[in-house]
């Protein structure tokens, strides 16, 4: 009786297992035609997303090499995170050829510019069975790395198949990814079944993951590797050019970065409060998406500041608000501020990670969506060098308090970069657990 009660179950779950992978079947069915043109339509915005399409459907560039480790970095965040560990990895194994994908222009805009020729490069395969099965068919990958939270069936699936190892890194799941991976039960489990390992960032991410299914053995805790962050040689040398060009001597300086539409129009609320206080100070506004700079331009002429683009001007000297629209200055330009807001943090988009800021030795401020990272700003809050703002009123009031005490302020930048150094670390452990991995698929076959 106890056998056939097993039985049963399984035989429910498989079931189920396939109701999930027809419906999904059928939602990509549909999806299909609509690709090109949401593609089309972001291009409007971003003409780099016009750019390279077919790679999106595994038109590949004859240069990418066969038997590469494939690692998966999403976007730019994640490939930041990850360059340090590829890197090394290249470095410690120099005949194993290396492919990054990503899914956005700003994610391969980063591949370029920290990794440069020392790996492949092309965009992410869309999860169409016959667009996945030609990647693998020409990139024959030996190893599969997942930066975070990166779960795709039939990517997953044809790695299982062709007996591909794939593994999920610096993984982290919060209640809420959980609670909508957990609706696809049987499917969920099943990508969970068909990893080799998940090295999870804090332990509450692996305790989600066991409770969506994934075995208890093939998951571990190292820890944040964007805690391993280091500054670039020439930070300070940057640093003080900017603030000799834009004539910063004596001016105050705060910066909100990596904002999202509905944030801009609450820090620039904020600004106009804190020129009331503060008459010279500056704001170095930074739209997450560098092609909203038409968009986030119009919202401060709407709100009456002068202001200068990254991109066109040299210097903004005299004016109210710079507009950050360029790749790769954003850790420069944390160093040339003394307090920074973290965009994504007024609006449900779950908050950007502080740590970029923290390294930079200055006082953080966030606003209440912060379920992406809420272990990371529970180390910093906890600390007393991150503090909490709902609005524009409770955001210049929190930039205020530090701009008005400079002790205050010196004392959350020192504590934020500590917390940063204290909990630095996993790039050495997830270094092993790869190298282990990336030696035993580059033995030759028995």
């Not at 089309?40 to 077919?54: M, Q």
């Not at 489990?189 to 332990?203: D, H, K, N, T, V």
């Not at 609006?347 to 390294?359: F, K």
Request: hydrophobic share 45%.
């Amino acid at each position: 009786m106890f056998m056939n009660e097993r039985r049963d179950k399984a035989s429910s779950r498989g079931a189920a297992l396939l109701g999930w992978r027809a419906l999904y079947a059928t939602l990509l069915r549909l999806a299909r035609p609509l690709v090109r043109l949401r593609l089309a339509r972001r291009a409007r915005r971003d003409p780099a997303y016009g750019d390279r399409i077919g790679e999106r459907f595994a038109r590949l560039p004859d240069n990418l090499p066969a038997g590469a480790v494939w690692f998966h970095t999403v976007s730019a965040g994640e490939t930041i995170a990850a360059a340090p560990v590829i890197r090394q990895l290249t470095q410690d194994h120099p005949g194993v050829p290396v492919l990054v994908t990503t899914m956005t222009p700003t994610g391969s805009a980063q591949v370029k510019r920290l990794l440069d020729d020392s790996v492949a490069h092309c965009y992410a395969p869309y999860d169409f069975p016959d667009v996945v099965a030609r990647f693998f068919e020409r990139i024959r990958p030996r190893l599969l790395v997942l930066m975070e939270t990166e779960l795709w069936p039939n990517i997953l699936r044809e790695a299982d198949r062709r007996n591909v190892p794939a593994m999920l890194v610096n993984a982290r799941l919060s209640e809420r990814s959980a609670r909508g991976y957990a609706r696809l039960g049987a499917l969920t489990r099943s990508m969970l079944g068909q990893l080799r390992f998940i090295a999870c960032q804090y332990p509450d991410h692996a305790d989600r993951f066991l409770a969506l299914g994934a075995p208890p053995d093939r998951i571990g805790v190292l820890g944040s590797v964007k805690f391993d962050i280091r500054l670039p040689d020439d930070h300070t040398a940057r640093v003080q050019e900017i603030r000799r060009l834009w004539n910063l001597d004596g001016r105050p300086v705060w910066i909100a970065g990596s904002t999202h539409p509905g944030e801009e129009e609450i820090v620039l609320a904020a600004h106009a409060l804190l020129k009331a206080r503060f008459p010279e100070l500056l704001l170095i506004l930074v739209p997450r998406h560098p092609e909203r700079r038409a968009e986030v331009g119009a919202l401060i002429d709407g709100a009456g500041f002068s202001q200068a683009w990254m991109s066109e001007v040299a210097s903004p000297a005299g004016r109210d608000v710079v507009l950050g629209d360029t790749m790769g200055e954003l850790l420069y330009l944390y160093g040339v501020s003394q307090v920074a807001f973290l965009g994504g943090s007024l609006v449900s988009v779950g908050g950007h990670n502080p740590i970029e800021a923290a390294i930079c030795g200055i006082p953080l401020v966030m606003g209440p969506e912060t379920f992406n990272f809420p272990d990371v700003v529970a180390a910093f809050s906890d600390a007393g060098c991150l503090r909490l703002a709902t609005d524009a009123e409770t955001l210049a009031a929190r930039v205020a308090g530090y701009l008005a005490d400079e002790a205050a302020r010196d004392a959350a930048g020192a504590a934020a970069a500590e917390v940063v150094r204290v909990n630095a670390g996993a790039m050495s452990r997830l270094l092993e657990l790869l190298s282990a991995e990336v030696r035993a698929v580059a033995a030759p076959a028995p």
